[in-house]
């Protein structure tokens, strides 16, 4: 990805809002998704609003917090990098599995144990995949064949020397704890009703693989008297951890920007693409001329799973008023539309006055689950050979990167894409708020967690609707 943090600590990005003098209000949230507060400070704008105002023209040059901002991102960036890079004196930990669900779902669940591991001093490897991992394209079948962020216990495994303090041999018989035949990652779906293997199914019979698989790996660490026991994380860490403890064991240099920009910049840190990945985007960022047309509006519509399992079928007709008058009070000079839908490209025509820069489609998502009669994206990873995980993955990152290099952004924050979209889109700006415009709720994030105090709409905390009333973030 394009870093523009050093470009954003000199002048601020074209109508970045740079952030308050003093500090923010840092927020956690308790398992019941009621606010914990760890730090006082300013209102968190993004948390408290649905749509950017215009930044006042003395902001534009209130460049000194923004530079700190800027100096601060870069401070936790070289710790993550540091903490993810195996030392002797570094103990491991590692996740059993993660919840799986659309992508950017999937990514986020990877913050709070990165957070977690940074603070104890571990170093966190990539977790095994299951539904997204295509082990014919990708030996190590893990988060890291996307991403160049975390270690991968399958490099491990293949050492030459220890790693993290234990030795390859060690490593492999790990492995197979974790990820062999025996493991969860080996249990089978049941067929549920209707002869289909669903997510609910292939969850129950990990459970107690996964339960296995730790008393195990203590047993293990027990009979060779391991120095230093790899720490293994439940699968659903963030109902399992006290989040606000974790949050209060980092430096306050980063909590005093607020939720939003932490956040935000971990995002940025697990996403750093792998060298494939990074090569597709380079030829997806040619391919649609991005350079060539800045400044570039990022428009996010949503029409894949999101139709059927929820039924938020928007085409684009909801977005345009928004999207015309960020064009013409703003200065874009063409919009980046990220979608999976060719009906909602075929809209486009009827706006003739917009450049538009969008991405040739593959094979829609939502086609194949319509024909399948499959409601959630994962239902269909788990029938093999619908679809192709690993090119969907790719397909779907390349489109949330470039939305993050555009210069605003338009779209709905109930949807994971649109909210990992532009906290990238911040972050690489070392924090700035970027102009953006959400249809339905504002940014959010608590681990798949909901209620009133997490989605909610401006400053808003009553519950927005029935529509609403089972959305986590």
Known sequence: MVDLSSAASSRPPLHCLPPP??????????????????????????????????????????????????????SLQHALRRAASPAAGRRAAALQAVPEYGVAATVHSLVLPALSALARNETLFAPRLRLWANPARCAAADSSCFFASLPSVAAAASATESVAGVAPQVWRRLAELWHGPASAFGAAA???????????????????????????????????????????????????????????????????????????????????????????????R?????????????????????????????????????????????????????????????ETRRFPNITWLYRNLTPSLHDAMRAHRLVRIEDALLQGGLIDPVQEW???????????????????????????????????????????????MNWCFAY????????????????????????TC
Not at 451 to 470: E, I, K, M, Y
């Open 190 to 284: 049941a067929p549920a009703a209707g002869g289909r293997p669903t997510l609910e199914s292939l969850a129950a019979a990990m459970r107690p693989r996964l339960h296995a698989s730790r008393h195990r790996t203590a047993a293990l660490c027990r009979r060779l008297a391991l120095a230093q026991c790899p720490r293994l994380l439940p699968f659903h860490f963030a109902a399992a951890v006290d989040e606000a403890a974790v949050f209060r064991s980092l430096p306050h240099r980063w909590l005093r920007h607020g939720r939003f920009w932490l956040i935000s910049q971990v995002l940025r840190f697990v996403t750093a693409p792998s060298a494939l990945v990074e090569r597709r985007l380079r030829r997806a």
């Open 286 to 346: 040619a391919a649609v001329r991005l350079e060539a047309h800045r400044p570039v509006l990022a428009l996010h519509v949503r029409k894949g799973d999101a139709c059927t399992h929820r039924g938020e079928c928007r085409g684009l007709a909801p977005f345009m008023p928004h999207v015309e008058r960020m064009v013409e009070t703003r200065g874009y000079r063409s919009v980046f539309l990220a979608t999976p839908s060719p009906e909602v490209i075929a």
């Open 448 to 471: 798949m967690r909901g209620g009133p105090n997490v989605v909610r709409r401006g400053r808003s905390h009553t519950a927005l609707g029935a529509r609403f009333a089972n959305l």
């Open 21 to 74: 003098r003093g500090n923010v209000t840092f927020v956690a949230f308790d398992a019941t998704g009621a606010p914990v507060l760890v730090s006082a400070g300013r209102a968190d704008y993004v948390l408290t609003h649905s749509a950017s105002a215009s930044p006042p023209a003395a902001a534009q040059h209130r460049l000194a917090p923004l530079a700190a901002m800027a100096a601060d991102a870069r």
């Open 394 to 440: 790719q397909d779907a990152l390349i489109d949330i990167y470039l939305m993050a290099e555009s210069d605003g952004f338009v779209g709905a924050f109930s949807s994971s894409a649109a909210r990992l979209a532009y906290s990238l889109m911040s972050a690489m700006r070392g924090g700035c708020t970027m102009p953006f415009v959400s249809l339905d």
